[in-house]
C-alpha cells in the first residue's frame, strides 16, 4: 500500500495520559499535514512539515501538543496531559509542494477518544 | 469569518437530479482549489482540483469564480453513491492546505 498510513487507528485514553499518533507519508511527499476533525466540521489545520522543518503551527495547537518529522519521512504528533475536548479523528496527509500539483492525500486518521 | 465558507445541507436531491454547492473564500491570492468527497467515518478523498477557470470530469464539473471569490461543484445526473460530504479546500497564504466544514449531500431514490 503507497498510500499515507496512521497508526493506531483507534485510541482510547484517559484524561491526563499522554498519547502519541504516526503518520507515514506517500514517500515522494515533502509536505506533511496534521489536521483535526470533529463531527460536522471540516479539517482543522494543526500544523505542517516542509521536509523535516515545522513550517507552521496554528493557533489551535496548545502547548500540549507537539509534532515532530525528524528525519523529513514519517511523522508522530503528541498530546500531553489529554483533556476531553481533545477526542476527535486526528488526520495526517502528505503532499508535494503546492503548486499546480498540490493534491493532499489524506490517511484513515487516528480516532482519538479521552474519557 | 472563516477563510473557507461552505452551507452544511444537507442537500436532500432525488436520484437523477442535478445539484450544484459553492464554496466561498476570502484571499484573493489563493490560486490552487479543491474539491474533496468525504464518506462517513472515512478520510477526504480528492474529487477535483481547480486550478483555472474550471475543471470537468465525466458527470462532475466545478468551476473557478475569482471575481466572486467562489468555486462551484454541480453534480449532473446524480446517484445514490454520491451520497457524501463535499469539502472544498484552498491553498492558503502560507500554503497550508485550508478546508470548508463540508456540504452534505443525500442522494434520495
Known amino acids: 500500500d503507497t498510500g499515507v498510513s496512521q497508526n493506531p487507528r483507534h485510541k482510547i485514553t484517559k484524561r491526563g495520559q499522554n498519547v502519541t499518533f504516526r503518520c507515514d507519508p506517500i514517500?515522494?511527499?515533502?509536505?506533511l499535514y496534521w489536521y483535526r476533525q470533529t463531527l460536522g466540521q471540516g479539517p482543522e489545520f494543526l500544523t505542517y512539515?516542509?521536509?523535516?522543518?515545522?513550517?507552521?503551527k496554528s493557533r489551535l495547537l496548545s502547548d500540549r501538543f507537539s509534532a515532530e518529522r525528524p528525519k523529513g519521512s514519517f511523522s508522530t504528533l503528541e498530546i500531553q496531559r489529554t483533556e476531553q475536548g481533545d477526542s476527535a479523528m486526528y488526520l495526517c496527509?502528505?503532499?508535494?509542494?503546492?503548486?499546480?500539483?498540490?493534491?493532499?492525500?489524506f490517511g484513515q486518521g487516528t480516532r482519538l477518544t479521552v474519557v | 469569518r472563516k477563510e473557507v465558507e461552505q452551507d452544511p445541507g444537507p442537500f436532500n436531491v432525488p436520484e437523477g437530479a442535478t445539484v450544484a454547492f459553492n464554496c466561498t473564500y476570502s484571499?484573493?491570492?489563493?490560486?490552487?482549489f479543491f474539491w474533496y468527497r468525504q464518506d462517513c467515518r472515512k478520510e477526504p478523498k480528492l474529487l477535483m482540483s481547480?486550478?483555472?477557470?474550471?475543471n470537468e470530469d465525466g458527470r462532475f464539473t466545478a468551476q473557478l469564480n475569482r471575481a466572486s471569490q467562489y468555486i462551484s461543484l454541480l453534480i449532473r445526473d446524480s446517484k445514490l453513491s454520491d451520497s457524501a460530504t463535499y469539502l472544498c479546500?484552498?491553498?492558503?497564504?502560507?500554503?497550508?492546505?485550508?478546508w470548508g466544514a463540508g456540504t452534505k449531500l443525500i442522494i434520495k431514490p
Open positions: 479546500g484552498k491553498v492558503g497564504s502560507n500554503y497550508q492546505l485550508i
Open positions: 496527509a502528505s503532499s508535494l509542494t503546492p503548486g499546480q500539483t498540490a493534491e493532499a492525500f
Open positions: 512539515f516542509q521536509n523535516e522543518a515545522q513550517l507552521e
Open positions: 514517500s515522494e511527499h515533502n509536505r
Open positions: 484571499n484573493s491570492a489563493s490560486q490552487s
Open positions: 481547480v486550478y483555472s477557470s474550471g
